[in-house]
């Protein structure tokens, strides 16, 4: 089963090595990984998608936790969360697909921050599986690439992730 | 001004005390109490030695390869429970000593490893002697510091010794680039350390351990499964008043020999790949296990699967510091996170207020199956013949030395004789790489014994083939004047490769006959020590008390034994600890 696993880490060089080089010594998977500091600079938050029975990711989450830098694990499958991606793409726009590729856009509340006379650039955030259906409805042939920052996540409500 | 604004004057006399970071490492190891610090030198840490030169409150001890000042640190960390030290330089000083962190980090043991490292500036250039420390160790380290301003150096250092000797414990690396270690800066070394990251527990959850407790009361077939956390964690003394309390049988793993004493009616000996009948047996047809800071590996339950599958209603409860420990390999009923020694005294606590007894009835009928099991004498051996039988070495070495001496060993047959055919009653004394199963420990570590304990006798006993590992440090041990006794069981064979070719690879012996071997008795001489040729029976026991009458030599015996002796029992790997080949089945 898929989990979103969210890490508290202490913002020092290495930090990341750390725990990638845990998932690929072990052998555990990895579907994306975010990271960027807090709003205490001395603290990074990361968000790792992996995948594995409930025993593995019990140890993942165990193995994880017990890094030195690591300051808290937690596994938000475990409650209400939400979670977000953002994604970029950029695609062939010229002619009738200029209109047609717009409307795709805005049926998905997608927006083009960046247009030429060839080509537009759409920004779009939300849950993968919304990422991935707005690929689904553009023509693939008009694709020229497209950029993920895999899934970041928070606990609903008051469930708070703190140090 | 009010008086308590005044600074302390001792405050004041640390704060504009100005040390290089050099004289800082020298300072933290006198307070951290370090006697002994292994190494050698090189570039990166020349500013290092110069400060070594000028003091007095540690030894250095210079080897002859880095790997080996990690395994002597290793073992003086084993033999006394105090975090073993170790300083080499950058590049291929640190490339050398990686198999010695790795081995420790694999068997828990506290080291705090010092490297130098070249200065910041030239870090990532490709300068000579380079390499990236902090990321090849990674892996192999508790956890591993690059200091990159000297003003960090004296708490990132205090950092390591409290890390590498809480929770479960193991190696820390602390990397010092060579301009760090010349930098000046005002010197405090804090008391106490607090890391919002890294708070180990220690009490164990009251509830956790009154379920094991009732679990164990309720049990008809229990086994008590002793590992090697019990011996790091200091709690043999426990571990032996609850087994005795109970009545219950005692398995003590490979790392955890000597936490129960072998002598006692209640062990049934050392289990897993080569333990015996009776542990293994009871092992696998216990109804309730208590497992006391130990990992359920491969070497010491087998397959996972048959071991789960062939007793499905077994109840394991599961003691250790390492909640990733638990349920790892083996999915258990009652986890019980925290320090053994503190979560025994709480259960010994606990079962002597109990109104409830262990079940007599039950306990006494599961005791008649034990001794039918070990009535089949499994580590029994052809004795006679004009062939020295290596058990029979290991059996008359724990005569000589009446039990008592520092053991430690290689990797290969010779160290499961050792296992099974040393009796030994207490923790510490029992010093081999179980984890990772390094050969070219035992000289090493004898070193390390040796100089944690100078009137104790040492014994390593090894292999041809492991010993020629590591044999360069024999100059060490004449420079040091280390009266180590090597008990080199020699078969011409890197034996333990030979059985495996022999029961799993149709008697193909490839590249296992170790050919040309020099004259160890010789080359012993050469190094300025004893040597010593045992060729017949008759001839062991007379050595043995000679070697050890010679207190202040060390004395290397060179026994030849019989070249095709296997280790029994055996459960070939990825097999069920119940299905053990014996040695009559061949
Ligand atoms: C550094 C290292 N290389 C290889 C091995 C694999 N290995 C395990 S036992 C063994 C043979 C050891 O031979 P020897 O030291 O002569 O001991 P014996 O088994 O004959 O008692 C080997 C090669 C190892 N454990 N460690």
């Known amino acids: 089963m898929r989990h979103i696993l969210s890490i508290l880490i202490e913002n020092e060089a290495g930090a990341l090595s750390r725990v990638a080089g845990l998932f690929s010594a072990r052998g555990y998977n990895i579907e994306s990984l975010t990271v960027a500091p807090t709003e205490d600079a001395t603290l990074s938050r990361m968000t790792i998608v992996t995948s594995g029975s409930d025993e593995v990711v019990e140890q993942i989450t165990k193995q994880v936790n017990k890094l030195v830098d690591v300051v808290k694990i937690v596994d938000l499958n475990e409650g209400k969360h939400v979670e977000r991606e953002l994604m970029l793409v950029k695609v062939r726009a010229v002619g009738k697909d200029r209109d047609e590729l717009k409307r795709t856009a805005d049926i998905f509340r997608a927006r083009v921050i960046d247009l030429t006379e060839k080509t537009y650039v759409i920004e779009l955030t939300g849950t993968g599986n919304k990422l991935d259906a707005f690929l689904e409805a553009l023509d693939r042939s008009l694709i020229l690439e497209t950029v993920r920052t895999g899934a970041c996540g928070l606990g609903r409500g008051e469930w708070i992730i703190k140090a | ?586």
């Open chain 2, 1 to 586: 001004m009010k008086l308590s604004d005044s600074p302390h004057p001792q405050a004041i006399a640390n704060s504009t005390e100005m040390l290089s970071g050099a004289e800082i490492v020298c300072r933290v190891l006198k307070a951290e109490g370090v006697e002994f610090l292994f190494g050698y030198p090189g570039g990166a840490v020349l500013v290092i030695y110069d400060e070594i030169y000028k003091q007095k409150a540690f030894s250095h001890i210079l080897v002859r390869h880095e790997q080996a000042a990690l395994h002597a640190a290793d073992a003086y960390a084993r033999a006394t429970g105090r975090p073993g030290v170790a300083l080499v330089t950058s590049g291929p000083g640190v490339t050398n000593a990686v198999t010695g962190i790795a081995t420790a980090y694999m068997d828990s043991i506290p080291m705090v490893v010092i490297t130098g490292q070249v200065p910041t500036h030239a870090i990532g250039q490709d300068a000579f002697q380079e390499c990236d420390t902090v990321g090849i160790t990674r892996p192999c380290v508790k956890h591993n510091f690059l200091v990159k301003d000297v003003a960090d150096l004296a708490e990132t250092l205090k950092k390591a010794f409290y890390i590498a000797t809480t929770g479960r414990p193991g190696p820390v690396l602390v990397d010092i680039p060579k301009d760090v270690s010349a930098a000046k800066t005002p010197y405090h070394y804090p008391a106490t350390v607090e890391m919002r990251s890294y708070r180990p527990v220690t009490k164990g959850h009251a509830g956790q351990i009154k379920k094991a407790m009732q679990m164990l009361l309720g049990a008809e077939r229990p086994m008590i499964y002793v590992g090697g956390g019990a011996v790091l964690g200091n709690a043999s003394e426990q571990v032996t008043e609850l087994v005795r309390l109970l009545g219950y049988p005692c398995t003590n793993t490979l790392m955890g020999l000597g936490a129960y004493p072998a002598s006692d009616r209640q062990f049934v000996g050392m289990l897993g790949m080569h333990g015996t009948v009776e542990a293994n047996m009871a092992m696998q047809n216990s109804d309730v296990l208590l497992a006391i800071g130990a990992r359920f590996d491969d070497r010491v339950i087998g397959n996972p699967t048959h071991f789960a599958a062939g007793n499905p209603t077994r109840k394991i409860v599961h003691i250790d510091i390492d909640p990733s420990s638990i349920s790892k390999r083996v999915k258990v009923d009652v986890p019980i996170v925290g320090n053994i020694k503190d979560v025994l005294i709480e259960l010994i606590a606990q079962l002597k207020a109990a109104e409830q007894k262990p079940n007599g009835k039950a306990i006494g009928a599961w005791w008649k199956q034990i001794e039918e099991w070990r009535s089949k004498d499994c580590l029994k051996y052809k004795k006679g013949g004009d062939i020295i039988k290596p058990q029979y070495v290991v059996e008359k070495l724990w005569e000589v030395t009446k039990g008592d001496a520092y053991v430690t060993s290689d990797v290969g047959q010779h160290q499961m004789w050792a296992a099974q055919y040393y009796r030994f009653e207490k923790p510490r004394r029992w010093i081999n790489s179980g984890g990772l199963g390094t050969m070219g420990v035992g000289l090493p570590y004898a070193m390390g014994c040796k100089f944690a304990f100078p009137d104790a006798d040492v014994a390593c006993i090894t292999g041809e083939g492991s010993i020629q590992m590591n044999i360069q440090e024999l100059s060490t041990c004449k420079q040091y004047q280390l009266p180590i006794k090597v008990i080199l069981l020699n078969n011409r064979y890197l034996g333990m490769v030979r059985q495996w070719q022999q029961f799993f690879h149709g008697d193909r012996h490839s590249e296992s006959y170790m050919d040309a071997l020099p004259d160890f008795k010789k080359l012993a001489e050469a190094y300025g020590h004893v040597g010593m040729d045992i060729e017949k029976p008759s001839d062991v026991e007379g050595a043995l008390k000679d070697a050890f009458a010679m207190k202040d030599r060390l004395v290397f015996m060179n026994f030849i034994t019989d070249q095709k002796e296997n280790v029994f029992p055996m459960v070939p790997g990825g097999k069920g600890i119940s299905e053990m080949i014996l040695a009559e089945d061949l």
